[in-house]
């Protein structure tokens, strides 16, 4: 194809060419992060390879063609290469490519509209989340220092050991209290940026889980060998990701034949909140466990809130203040069997710390 390439690489309306015979001739990046192919690839293969859409037959495309007359479909529900429905709107030009006659498709993702929508939603409700966490901690533990030491110098005047268990009780559930708000707080350091590998937070996460039951969970990667490095904290990272596994751990308890898969990928073009980024890393954390409760979806991220008698309902909040620090978002989807985390990390973080 004649064209700046490198232009329609920036763009983020997926671009697809095919030629007179309706075979694909180029694919933009937006175009094989859209339809989760390959570009160099799918070239030379029929359009339906990567995009069907029943609406649109083969002879409306050769008639687009024929006559030279463009159309544009909205709301369109498309099937993709690997099985999957998306919709889309998508506009269908004729033009002329070095004597050649040719179809431009260019195609927009509601999908992915609606989901960055949505996920700003969900940037704007956890860092309205943060503020009340941070506001509620400080009106928490003033008081607390002060009951704490009030302790401490009653129990010097107090005469009997019988009477000082009275003010260790005090003391240490003070104590207590404010460890619980630390926690809620998430990370008390910012994160310290340098290249990590993302494989090795997985493995290292895997070991954790597999040391506290042996072999009871089988772990399935799925890891992409050419994913570069991202600007990350080590330890902090390990942390986000060990919470959500450890959650899928809990789940499948009663699961028969429990397993969790691990998967990474790069994807290019990505928005996060209203951030634009060239390159993200992809990675999913998928169980086949009961699913996660309906009415919980919305709450999951915020403190306080699990789905277990047990449980803090610390570890999901955790995790989503560390993923926005590296300036990232977490999605999930669940139903019974099967329940997806997916973290989205920008590959770089800027210069200055955030």
Do not use: W
Request: net charge negative; charged share 25%.
């Amino acid at each position: 194809m004649h064209a700046p390439s490198d232009l329609l690489d920036h763009q983020s309306t997926g671009v697809v060419v095919l030629d007179d015979e309706l075979l694909i001739r180029y694919l933009n990046q937006a175009a094989e992060a859209m339809l989760e192919v390959s570009g160099h690839r799918m070239k030379g293969e029929p359009m339906e390879r990567i995009f069907a859409d029943p609406s649109t037959p083969r002879a409306t495309l050769r008639e687009a063609l024929e006559n030279g007359q463009p159309f544009t479909k909205r709301a369109a529900r498309i099937r993709l290469a690997s099985g999957e429905h998306a919709t889309v709107d998508y506009t269908v030009s004729p033009f002329v490519d070095r004597g050649l006659e040719a179809l431009l498709f260019e195609i927009q993702p509601l999908d992915r509209l609606l989901r960055i929508n949505r996920d700003d939603h969900h940037v704007s409700v956890q860092a309205t989340t943060r503020r009340l966490v941070r506001g509620l901690a400080h009106e928490i533990k003033n008081p607390l220092g002060g009951i704490r030491g009030a302790a401490q110098l009653l129990e010097r005047e107090l005469e009997t050991e019988h009477q000082r268990d009275y003010t260790r009780v005090i003391i240490e559930e003070a104590d207590r209290l404010r460890n619980l708000v630390d926690r809620m707080l998430g990370p008390s350091q910012l994160p310290r940026f340098e290249p990590v590998n993302v494989h090795r937070v997985l493995e290292r996460v895997v070991q954790l889980i597999d040391a506290e039951e042996p072999n009871r969970i089988r772990f399935l990667r799925d890891y992409d060998p050419s994913l570069p490095e991202v600007d990350a904290d080590l330890e902090q990272l390990i942390q986000a990701v060990l919470n959500i596994v450890r959650n899928a751990q809990q789940a499948l308890s009663d699961t028969h034949h429990p397993e969790i898969r691990l998967t990474t990928r790069i994807i290019r073009q990505f928005t996060i909140g209203t951030v634009r980024h060239r390159m993200v890393v992809r990675l999913d954390v998928a169980d086949n466990g009961p699913g996660i409760p309906p009415e919980l979806h919305e709450r999951m991220y915020y403190p306080m809130i699990s789905g277990r008698a047990d449980g803090s309902g610390l570890g999901l909040s955790i995790t989503q203040s560390i993923i926005a620090q590296h300036g990232g978002i977490i999605e999930c989807e669940s139903r019974p069997g099967a329940t997806l985390f997916t973290l989205f990390l920008p590959l770089e973080q800027p210069h200055e710390s955030k």
